[in-house]
């Protein structure tokens, strides 16, 4: 609050606007402490700016993506947004890209997939509450009605960035900061404290300027009530002082002789042409306000900046990308109503509370060519599993609500991705039709696989007609991509595509490399051999099994490492092992041939 030196005892009185307000701030400032946030629900008003976009759908493969997960992940997501306008279904990886499948993009001139390492919820999952900020120059009246307004208890303060029509971040308000400032400020010298703009006292007492000394920021002196005793008050004003005084013009005079920087004339009080001209001797500024002076006293403070108020250090905010446990668990150590959420730069985008956390959106996400809880993405178990599509055996996925589940007995995935194409009318562009072919060829590694279908072949056929690939030419060069093992580390081979299986209770990692020519696999052999035990503890599992294919030959050398391995190995293929590992010709599928043969082994 404004001091007052002496009491005007003309017969200024507070008008009822002045009364209300300070009621309705005492009011906000109970309501603020009282109020559970936890059962306060966003509320709806247009002064928000709550954006508004298509949910985004994440369409992803196994952890381990190999060229059918990638390429069926892009097209069925190029098919969904064909078909729903509702949603934005994106591409994405959970792991890293084989060379095979680089090769295939690279043909397809397709850019590579988003790479997602979870799917838990962040806080651009909530309706984060977007609107703009007030500059830091905005006065305590001004925001104090925007609060009103918006029914708001905090207030971001921002300021642009140049060349950019986001805002830069610099503090925020709250109602206890905006009360404190107006009932619990004592000091005369609050504007010059806190340079406060003589636009702003002019905008807040609603004045005129009589005249105007280029006066534009007030940077020291206090505010004096020009009441009482004229000469007496004369010895109390000192240079830059900001004097109210009603229709007394000895006082008006005296004021602008002794170096007041203001003088503000209350009640309508006219600002004669000799104060006029002596106030330009003096660079002294008139203003004329229809307040009286008890009001224009007590409604002054209301035009210093928010920045005076404003916290600007230590701030606790958080960004798009942070994840909602642990915003949750900062927000419990706080008792903070509302949170500013920025961009990674700064710049501010909005506020969130508690009660936001109550809404949050989980990710939703479409699963390919896997339905198994282990190689599924970080964070699976917390999503919203819209669909799933896929070629292997049921396993170990559970979801809340009821789910499109298309799981069908063929090669790909990409083939039943291509008999959804068919079944709405939609013939794939040249570029995705090159990704399903590559996807097909790939996992029934050109046919040899006993995954193969008739369903398989001919999808390859009419695929290949729309890509304009030679399905031969192609396999080769694809499958030749994909086995360059030379410049690849022992960890490099061992992830290059590993998937993880539990059967009977037993975690089993399988890998696989395929490769066009056995004398690729050589070293490929040595550096696994000497790693699968570490890779097998680096993964936490119980046993590891590791297939070398030769496609051509349609033979595979598996590796192995783990308690009981290798009886299990003897067991499902009722043959001895040599040399530390173990041949079966016309072995050349995971999912088809040894995961089931190793299912058994076990049960028996």
């Known amino acids: 609050m404004t001091e007052v030196n002496t009491y005007d005892s003309e017969g200024d009185q507070a008008n009822e606007e002045s009364g209300q307000e300070l009621a309705e701030l005492l009011h906000a400032l109970h309501e603020e402490d009282s109020i559970d946030p936890e059962l306060l629900l966003p509320e709806e008003d247009e002064d928000y700016l709550i954006e508004e976009k298509k949910p985004d759908v994440y369409v992803v493969g196994h952890k381990s993506p190999d060229t059918d ?59 984060i509450r977007q609107f703009t900020g007030v500059h830091e120059d905005v006065t305590l009246r001004h925001a104090w009605s925007i609060m009103k307004e918006r029914n708001i208890v905090t207030i971001p303060v921002t300021e642009p960035i140049e060349h950019s029509v986001k805002e830069r971040f610099v503090g925020l308000a709250t109602i206890k900061d905006i009360g404190s400032a107006y009932l619990d400020n004592t000091s005369s010298e609050i504007l010059s404290n806190s340079g406060t703009l003589l636009s702003s006292v002019a905008r807040v007492l609603e004045a005129e300027v009589a005249y105007d000394s280029g006066l534009k920021r007030f940077e020291k002196g206090k505010i004096f009530i020009g009441a009482g005793d004229a000469n007496a008050i004369a010895g109390f004003i000192r240079k830059g002082d900001i004097v109210i005084v009603s229709n007394r013009r000895v006082t008006q005079k005296l004021s602008v002789q002794a170096g007041a920087s203001c003088v503000i004339l209350t009640m309508g009080a006219p600002a004669t042409q000799e104060l006029i001209d002596l106030a330009a001797t003096k660079k002294c500024t008139i203003l004329c306000t229809p307040h009286d002076t008890f009001s224009a006293a007590k409604i002054i403070n209301q035009s210093i900046p928010i920045s005076y108020i404003m916290k600007k250090n230590n701030i606790v905010g958080f960004t798009p990308e942070d994840y909602l446990e642990d915003v949750k668990d900062t927000m419990t150590k706080l008792k903070h109503r509302d949170f500013p959420v920025l961009d990674n730069d700064g710049s501010f985008i909005g506020m969130i509370s508690r009660r936001f956390l109550l809404y949050a959106r989980k990710k939703q996400v479409i699963l390919v060519d896997h339905n198994e809880q282990g190689q599924a993405v970080a964070g699976i178990e917390g999503a919203d599993i819209l669909e799933i599509i896929d070629h292997h055996r049921l396993s170990s996925i559970s979801t809340i609500n009821p789910v499109f589940f298309r799981n069908q007995p063929v090669g790909s995935t990409n083939t039943i991705v291509f008999e959804m194409y068919n079944e709405q009318g939609i013939t794939p562009s040249k570029q995705i039709a090159t990704l399903m072919c590559a996807g097909i060829l790939s996992d029934t590694l050109m046919f040899r696989s006993p995954t193969t279908t008739q369903v398989d072949r001919v999808a390859v056929l009419k695929l290949s007609e729309i890509a304009e690939i030679n399905i031969e030419a192609f396999s080769k060069a694809m499958f030749h991509a994909g086995s360059q093992l030379d410049e690849k580390s022992p960890a490099e081979l061992f992830s290059h595509d590993f998937k993880t299986f539990t059967v009977e209770g037993v975690d089993i990692g399988i890998g696989q490399i395929n490769v066009m020519d056995q004398d690729e696999l050589v070293s490929a052999r040595e550096k696994l051999q000497t790693y699968l035990e570490e890779g097998m503890h680096e993964k936490q599992m119980d046993m590891v099994f590791f297939m070398l294919t030769d496609i051509p030959s349609s033979c595979t050398e598996v590796l192995y490492t783990g308690n009981g391995a290798a009886s299990l190995l003897e067991n499902a293929f009722e043959r001895p092992i040599v040399d530390s590992s173990m041949k079966v010709e016309g072995l050349v599928s995971r999912k088809k041939q040894l995961v089931p043969e190793l299912i058994v082994a076990m049960q028996k």
Do not use: C, W
């Open 69 to 127: 997960s990638i390429t069926s992940a892009i097209a069925y997501a190029n098919l969904k947004n064909i078909t729903d306008k509702t949603r934005n279904y994106i591409p994405a990886r959970a792991g890293a890209v084989q060379d095979e499948t680089q090769y295939v993009l690279n043909h397809a001139e397709i850019e590579m997939p988003l790479f997602i390492d979870n799917v838990y919820t962040q806080v651009k999952d909530i309706d």
